[in-house]
């Protein structure tokens, strides 16, 4: 089998189908399993599974056990050369799965592959590449220090577009050997939720492997959704970050200190902003129906946005490809329009504003 494709779900189930009817079209010609492992969602998430997509394995976990746990449970029962572990709040393109087998094949030495990830508006996720996170890199983000010469945080050393070496890549889309999972032991389940991308990907450097950011093929991810940005969710990536320098950075106990003191720091930043009131997506007044007139005529529609001050975007997945979908985000991402995806086959639109939104779930009558 070529490749097993991992889910960890939880409480996404609109997502989720999404995710699915995105790596189904992607499977094309290809030997894919889909594994999805549901951590106890309250949703109807796993009775969508087994009524609509019997051919997708499940996983049903009786409490919620976290992501590293989960997606080992998952690679344990997978059959395929190559895993991916995938986020359910993503929608990858038609062809995203030959294009990364193929990049991959021709890699000797390779560890973990990670993709060209935008947000619900079509902007590009700077985490999609990233450094090592050391002491001195970490410290830079913190504080905002940022220049060519210390954004390793990012791996500025490559632009967006520009496909190459990376250290760390982003656990929403990681592409990997089963064999090179299976040798550093997979996930370290001392992590329930964030840091253990992180730690996989430096754990696989450290067994002498490479990884690359692979920029040629663009995958929807609506950051958070699957993860809500809230106080709990941010106390877990607190845990994460005191593991990953207790683990890898241990140094001595003034720089243990001094970092301990960062990672405290960055945690009461972060609290206080969680704490304030957040406005939620915004409520569409005008609405423009991408049909088959329209999907490859940029210019009509940025001059229909702006004649007819449109908000709203629709893209019907039945008529128009996730490709094409994921084209039009980017090409439109500075229109300041929401785009909004019907997936093939159902009553319901997903759309965001942007990376710090949740992605919102519209439901429609069927005629």
């Known amino acids: ?169 982003v656990g929403a889309f990681m592409l990997v050997k089963r064999s090179v999972y299976n040798e550093v032991n997979g996930f370290d389940e001392a992590y329930f939720m964030y840091g253990e991308d992180i730690d996989l990907s430096y754990k696989i450097l450290n067994k002498g492997y490479q990884n690359y950011y692979y920029a040629n093929s663009q995958v929807v991810h609506y950051k958070g959704e699957s993860t809500k940005k809230d106080i709990k969710n941010l106390k877990y990536f607190h845990e994460a970050m005191k593991i990953f320098y207790k683990k890898h950075f241990k140094l001595n106990r003034i720089y243990d200190f001094i970092m301990s003191f960062g990672i405290e720091l960055w945690f009461l930043l972060k609290y206080f902003k969680f704490s304030q009131p957040k406005n939620g997506l915004k409520d569409s007044f005008n609405i423009l129906n991408i049909d088959k007139n329209l999907i490859d005529d940029f210019e009509q529609i940025k001059t229909l946005i ?25 090409e439109l991402k500075d229109e300041n329009v929401i785009f909004k995806i019907q997936p093939k086959n159902t009553n319901f639109l997903i759309g965001s504003i942007n990376a710090s939104n949740m992605g919102k779930v519209d439901f429609f009558e069927n005629n």
């Open 1 to 169: 089998m070529d490749l097993s494709v991992i889910i960890v779900n939880y409480n996404v189930q609109y997502f989720l189908e999404q995710c699915i009817l995105s790596v189904q079209a992607a499977s094309k010609n290809l030997q894919t399993e889909i594994i999805v492992i549901d951590n106890n969602s309250t949703d109807t998430s796993c009775q969508l599974i087994l009524e609509k997509y019997p051919e997708v394995i499940l996983i049903q976990n009786k409490e919620n056990v976290g992501f590293s746990k989960a997606n080992n449970q998952g690679v344990k029962i997978a059959k395929g050369e190559y895993i991916l572990i995938l986020n359910p709040d993503t929608v990858v393109a038609e062809d995203t799965f030959t294009q990364i087998l193929a990049y991959a094949k021709s890699k000797q030495n390779l560890g973990v592959l990670g993709v060209k990830l935008i947000d619900g508006s079509g902007k590009f996720l700077p985490e999609s590449k990233r450094g090592i996170p050391t002491p001195q890199v970490s410290f830079n983000k913190l504080f905002g220090i940022s220049s060519k010469r210390t954004g390793k945080y990012y791996a500025t050393h490559l632009n967006e577009n520009e496909t190459g070496v990376v250290d760390i890549l």
């Open 306 to 330: 702006r004649k007819k001050a449109i908000d709203t975007l629709i893209f019907d997945n039945a008529i128009i490809s996730n490709k094409k979908i994921i084209t039009h985000f980017q």
